[in-house]
């Protein structure tokens, strides 16, 4: 059985860092590209970042380039999320998720439960 | 970067309904779509992508139409598990942007 599992998350001040995790297991985990996706309270579902099977391709949307590093570690089965320079926008339940397939351009065919992020002062 | 607008944002609607909810992209993007449910309190869940089939487990009232730029998830006959926000995403090209969500609810 697929889990995901996040960690990580909580109360930070602006321009503070945070590091999120995702232990995954139940699958061959450097097989498949991984993503973070955030949904702030009441609003959408929003893609963060992704990484292909072995880290050679990444990618993040605008809003976090420069601020946030995806990375992963195959002998640990874990993706991690370096959340650096934080926002009051960056306030969020994130979400892991595991591709469907080694690229970044499968479905999100599985997900966590989400570890919550708030930027607060 | 590719948008996707979704149609309506809002739906309300009767159990036995057939449901249309629309994805426009600002760009071509083939069949590059996934369709996902999110219900209240929980993870999303991928529906299907595009060029497959549904998903294990998804039932068969759902369905999916367009290529290219347009395209529409179809649920054929509402039932009370299929009240939720529904969310297009495109798996083309980075950024891989979800729509903004179309909620159902019961009327």
């Known amino acids: 059985e697929v889990q995901l599992v996040e960690s990580g998350g909580g109360l930070a001040q602006p321009g503070r860092s945070l590091r999120l995790s995702c232990a995954a297991s139940?699958?061959?985990?450097?097989?498949?590209?991984m993503h973070w996706v955030r949904q702030a309270p009441g609003k959408g579902l929003e893609w963060v970042a992704s990484?292909?099977?072995?880290?050679?391709?990444?990618g993040y949307a605008d809003p976090v380039r420069g601020r946030f590093t995806v990375s992963r570690d195959n002998a640990k089965n874990s993706l991690i999320l370096e959340m650096n320079s934080l926002r009051l926008e960056d306030t969020a339940l994130y979400y892991c998720?595991?591709?469907?397939?080694?690229?970044?351009?499968?479905?999100?065919?599985?997900w966590g439960l989400g570890t919550p992020v708030t930027v607060s002062s | 970067d590719i948008q996707l607008t979704q149609s309506p944002s809002f739906l309300s609607a009767s159990v036995g309904d057939r449901v249309t909810i629309t994805c426009r992209a600002s760009?071509?993007?083939?069949?590059?779509l996934a369709w996902y449910q999110q219900k209240p309190g929980k993870a999303p869940k991928l529906l299907i992508y595009?060029?497959?089939s549904l998903q294990t487990g998804v039932p068969s009232r759902f369905s999916v139409g367009g290529s290219g730029a347009e395209f529409t998830l179809i649920i054929s006959s509402l039932q009370p598990e299929d009240f939720a926000t529904y969310y297009c995403?495109?798996?083309?090209?980075?950024?891989?942007?979800f729509g903004g969500g179309t909620k159902v609810e019961i009327k």
């Open positions: 998720a595991k591709g469907g397939g080694s690229s970044s351009y499968y479905p999100f065919d599985f």
């Open positions: 139940g699958f061959i985990f450097d097989d498949y590209g």
């Open positions: 990484i292909s099977w072995n880290g050679g391709a990444r």
């Open positions: 760009q071509d993007i083939g069949n590059y």
């Open positions: 595009v060029p497959s």
């Open positions: 995403q495109q798996l083309k090209n980075y950024p891989l942007v």
